[in-house]
């Protein structure tokens, strides 16, 4: 299985901490080797970043270690190949237009037997069954809403359109628009929320830790999903199966 990691915040911040440990889920601490991306949101923009070797070996990972680059909406991925080839066009996060904003998304899991009718202009490049859920979920959101509803609105589309995906085989997902956050689980899946008054934390998969105190002010909110905790002494929530959450500047909703 492949891994996931994402953060939402109320102001722009960097994901340099926790992204120091999960790369190293990308083929020394674990086994998801075959590929790795990340996604930052900077106001209509993104920044799109995808390697097809480990992320723990990877210079462009590496440089995303040492460069602080501050979004409010961040989605990365490891990955364990299970459909589709090692190649760079298989790697996480996908990105397309839609209303006249970027989607990005990654995925976790199997669908088995998954072939959706894309009969829209949302098709997939490489050959996962990650991409083609993602260009499904964006075709059928496309004719949901003519414009870009609201959070809410959008939120509750995804929850009817969620279920439909995942009865196909394990759909744990990350997507956003650069306004929210949306996570869904089918099986693993947390994530933790950091406020007023900030604490340390140290990571599991390296030797590092951070006193957030000393790099936020009492009004930052920041939230991390990701699929097994990062850190080993803060508290992360987990998901209930088949539950879908929306975080809007660091809070979670649903």
Request: aromatic content about 12%; hydrophobic content about 40%.
């Amino acid at each position: 299985m492949c891994q996931l990691l994402g953060m939402n915040c109320n102001t722009p911040t960097d994901v340099t901490f926790s992204f120091a440990g999960f790369a190293q889920r990308g083929g020394r601490t674990d086994h998801h080797a075959d590929g790795w991306g990340i996604a930052f949101f900077e106001g209509r923009g993104a920044r799109l970043f995808v390697d097809p070797g480990a992320a723990a070996d990877s210079p462009v990972a590496d440089l995303i270690r040492r460069y602080p680059i501050k979004s409010r909406n961040v989605i990365s991925h490891i990955r364990k190949a299970t459909v589709g080839q090692v190649m760079l066009e298989n790697c996480h996060p996908f990105v397309r237009e839609l209303w006249g904003r970027y989607w990005v998304f990654a995925h976790n899991g199997d669908l088995k037997d998954y072939a959706p009718r894309l009969h829209g202009h949302f098709h997939p490049v490489g050959s996962t069954d990650s991409e083609q859920a993602f260009c499904w979920l964006m075709q059928e959101l496309s004719k949901a809403h003519a414009t870009v509803p609201p959070v809410e609105e959008l939120t509750r589309t995804l929850a009817e359109l969620a279920p439909q995906v995942a009865r196909f085989g394990t759909f744990n997902f990350l997507l956003s628009n650069g306004e929210a956050l949306w996570a869904h689980a089918s099986t693993k899946l947390c994530y933790v929320v950091r406020q007023h008054p900030f604490a340390s934390a140290r990571l599991s998969d390296e030797d590092l830790a951070v006193n957030f105190a000393e790099h936020t002010t009492p009004n930052d909110r920041v939230a991390v999903v990701a699929t097994t905790p990062l850190t080993c002494d803060e508290t992360w929530i987990p998901f209930e199966s088949g539950e879908l959450k929306v975080f809007v500047d660091g809070a979670a909703f649903l």
